[in-house]
């Protein structure tokens, strides 16, 4: 079967599933969330202690990694200790070769969960430190911050919380190091609050999506610099049908220019030559989409910037926190000069993304 045949089998099943109850999604622009888990909610960073074999999940670098035991301590509210059973994996290609610290996924039995503060959390991605090192740890704050900007641009969005872990050697119960970190909610979960489901399926083209979260999703990309996605390759992006709507959401902002890694390079097909070059790699759509989109990030611009002083902004560095904003500076200059935005944005849209 040809990718676009399958594309469409796989829209008609998103149909069925909603039935015509759920249609007027696609006039709205965004679906309704339903209430989020509280856990995602809480801005103050959580103290947890991670424990783990870390040595072996640093050789785990397999196509499959095995699932190892480990356990997951906090205080609760009472200020009384607790800790849940849990299982970890190393996740990642690059970061599992290049990384000190590899990429996790936790893996709670829901049960264990329920009585405590991380109800509703199942399998989410841990982000963390690449290298147990002051600028990495500003990379982890760096992106956890554009996952804030993203969810304030959009409902359809991966939420994250702030963490500051410690990280426990199960064979030596020696102190690694204490860091911070953040769990991004999990696909299935996202679907859950929006009422949808994850469609795991490549080859979309960009009538398939619905066309203002997708418009957004391409100037948020640009905003941040970010080049490194694909909507039909679903790379760092994923799919959710809600109704009879296709909608996308990304992920994944560790290679962009608003983070600046040092190992962050844009894929070397692309006429830039550093991550932080802005180029839009978006999908095309109608003059009056992208006009309205440029004014809700206009109009989002003080939040935007107010997330880089409030309680999360003031662990960053002051420094990173000046250069992200002179970078942010520099893309609503370009929105702001209707000339600049039609060449940089308008006239460089792509109509597979």
């Known amino acids: 079967m040809n990718p676009r045949a399958a594309w469409a089998l796989a829209l008609v099943g998103a149909t069925a599933l909603a039935g015509p109850a759920s249609r007027p999604a696609r006039a709205q622009g965004t679906p309704s969330p339903t209430a989020p888990a509280a856990f995602y ?3 103050a960073p959580m103290a947890l202690t991670l424990t783990a074999d870390f040595a072996s999940l640093r050789r785990d670098r397999q196509d499959d990694p095995p699932w190892r035991a480990a356990t997951v301590g906090f205080t609760d509210s009472a200020g009384a200790p607790v800790t849940l059973p849990a299982r970890v994996r190393a996740r990642g290609l690059w970061r599992r070769r290049n990384c000190e610290m590899p990429p996790l996924r936790l893996d709670f039995a ?22 147990d090192a002051r600028r990495p740890e500003q990379y982890v704050l760096s992106e956890f911050q554009l996952y804030r900007i993203y969810a304030l641009l959009t409902p359809v969005s991966h939420k994250a919380r702030l963490l500051r872990v410690t990280y426990v050697d199960s064979s030596s119960r020696k102190v690694r190091t204490t860091r911070h970190a953040f769990l ?10 929006l009422g949808g489901r994850e469609l795991d399926i490549k080859g979309s083209v960009s009538d398939d999506l619905d066309e203002r979260t997708r418009v ?10 970010n080049t490194d996605w694909s909507s039909s390759g679903l790379h760092n992006v994923e799919l959710f049908a809600i109704g009879a709507v296709i909608y996308p959401v990304a992920y994944d902002f560790d290679h962009s220019g608003a983070v600046d890694a040092h190992y962050a390079l844009p894929p070397p097909q692309l006429p830039i030559r550093t991550v932080r070059q802005r180029l839009f790699r978006g999908a095309c759509g109608a003059d009056t989409t992208f006009t309205e989109v440029f004014e809700h990030f206009r109009a989002n611009r003080e939040a935007i910037y107010a997330l880089y002083s409030d309680e999360v902004g003031r662990l960053m560095d002051p420094g990173v926190v000046r250069r992200t904003l002179r970078y942010f500076d520099e893309f609503y200059a370009i929105l702001d000069d209707p000339r600049t935005a039609r060449r940089e944005i308008l006239d460089r849209c792509a109509a597979s993304q």
């Open 216 to 225: 957004v999703m391409g100037v948020f990309q640009y905003m941040i610099g």
């Open 110 to 131: 829901r049960s264990v969960v329920a009585p405590t503060p991380l109800a509703g959390v199942n399998r989410p991605k841990l982000v963390q430190f690449c290298q």
């Open 184 to 193: 991004l909610e999990e696909p299935q979960a996202l679907a859950r609050r």
């Open 41 to 43: 909610d809480a801005r």
